[in-house]
């Protein structure tokens, strides 16, 4: 009979403890791949690095975006009206042909407003040679004022208002140029209040005798006979001196000299590269294509091209027109107004007294218009004047 000693349970007393086979160990040590674990391990905690590393990066970023954001914001809120406005001044430039049911009303208004500004003149009219003309358009004789005597001067201030034909007249002289000779005005735009005159007791003009001149070379050049000189001097002799001062009655100045000094020598409102799109006259209207009186010259050229007065005066009227659009309307001395419509922007004022030259707009396309371009219009008391008859070129 067989012996079993008893040592804890039943089922312990079953177990049996496995045999470890330690060759089988040994070999699957060998066949493991520890730099595989090794880059799996490092790659764990290269992959926490880098997020918490874009953790912190995004939180960087999102407060960089916040200020990125605000600032396009503010930008925008700026940039936006302003680009706008550009835009709208610009686009308003090269405004779109309007169809107007009163074109001809419009005109025969704007003709109205010249012959209104033009008896506003302060001045009396005068002709091309310089003579007055009366208020019922007859010339002021000569036989007006003293013929055959002796000259004899006065000195006259300057009032307020007054032009250098209300004082011609004043005195009883019948040509503007009279004053303007002996007192040597260039120009009489400069005349001004407290400005004191020589006025002599007749029309004529003042010769400063030059070496070798005679009573008979001077009576020729004139055309006025030797006695009257000599009786307007008082000369006792026929012997005349360099620098001697002649006056010569019934003299004239030349007309060239006369517009000189009055001004009236027009110079062309665009002083940049220009085009001649439209000439003065009848004319096939590029929009509505019926057959029209043009009222002026248009000067084709680009948008913002400086525009100046052809003459000096004073600005009487600044506006709006359906056909004109931005306008200026100057009234020059002798009856003259000059009109320069289209502008893109308006640079002088109403009442401003302005120089021959002076900047009084910009060109444009506003109103009744099919591109940029001046246009330009002259008016003499309130007719229509072709302007290139006046324009110095």
């Not at 012996?3 to 403890?17: L, Q």
């Not at 001062?245 to 004239?252: R, S, T, Y």
């Not at 000189?260 to 085009?275: H, N, S, W």
């Amino acid at each position: 009979m067989e012996i079993i000693s008893y040592v804890g349970s039943s089922a312990e007393s079953s177990f049996r403890m496995p045999e470890i086979d330690f060759k089988n160990i040994k070999d699957n040590l060998k066949s493991f791949n520890a730099s595989g674990l090794l880059k799996r391990i490092s790659l764990k905690h290269g992959i926490r690095k880098f997020v918490s590393k874009i953790a912190g990066f995004s939180s960087a970023s999102r407060n960089a975006g916040i200020v990125l954001w605000l600032s396009l914001t503010l930008f925008a809120c700026i940039a936006v009206p302003v680009a706008v406005c550009s835009f709208s001044s610009y686009f308003s430039s090269f405004a779109s042909p309007v169809e107007l049911d009163n074109f001809d009303g419009e005109l025969a208004m704007l003709d109205s407003l010249m012959s209104k500004f033009a008896m506003e003149d302060a001045g009396y009219s005068f002709d091309e040679e310089g003579n007055i003309i009366l208020e019922d358009g007859s010339v002021l004789k000569a036989s007006a004022v003293s013929v055959g005597q002796t000259v004899t001067y006065q000195t006259y201030t300057v009032k307020s208002g007054e032009a250098i034909s209300t004082i011609t007249r004043k005195f009883g002289l019948t040509n503007i140029s009279t004053l303007i000779a002996v007192n040597g005005i260039g120009n009489v735009r400069a005349l001004r209040e407290g400005q004191k005159l020589r006025i002599p007791s007749m029309d004529g003009l003042i010769h400063r005798v030059s070496k070798g001149e005679s009573l008979g070379s001077v009576s020729a050049k004139y055309h006025v006979s030797v006695e009257e000189i000599c009786d307007a001097n008082d000369l006792s002799s026929q012997n005349l001196k360099a620098g001697q001062e002649l006056f010569i009655p019934g003299a004239k100045l030349d007309s060239m000299s006369l517009k000189k000094a009055m001004g009236e020598l027009f110079v062309c409102p665009i002083t940049a590269k220009y085009r001649i799109s439209s000439l003065f006259g009848p004319r096939i209207d590029p929009i509505s294509q019926l057959k029209r009186n043009h009222t002026g010259v248009d000067f084709a050229c680009p948008t913002g091209t400086p525009i100046g007065a052809a003459m000096s005066g004073k600005v009487v009227y600044v506006g709006w027109s359906n056909i004109f659009g931005n306008y200026v309307i100057i009234n020059h001395i002798n009856g003259y107004q000059t009109l320069y419509a289209h502008m893109s922007k308006i640079t002088c004022k109403n009442g401003q007294k302005v120089d021959q030259g002076t900047k009084v707009g910009l060109v444009g396309s506003t109103g009744y218009s099919t591109g940029p371009h001046l246009h330009f219009t002259v008016y003499k008391n309130g007719n229509l004047v072709d302007p290139l008859t006046l324009i110095r070129r």
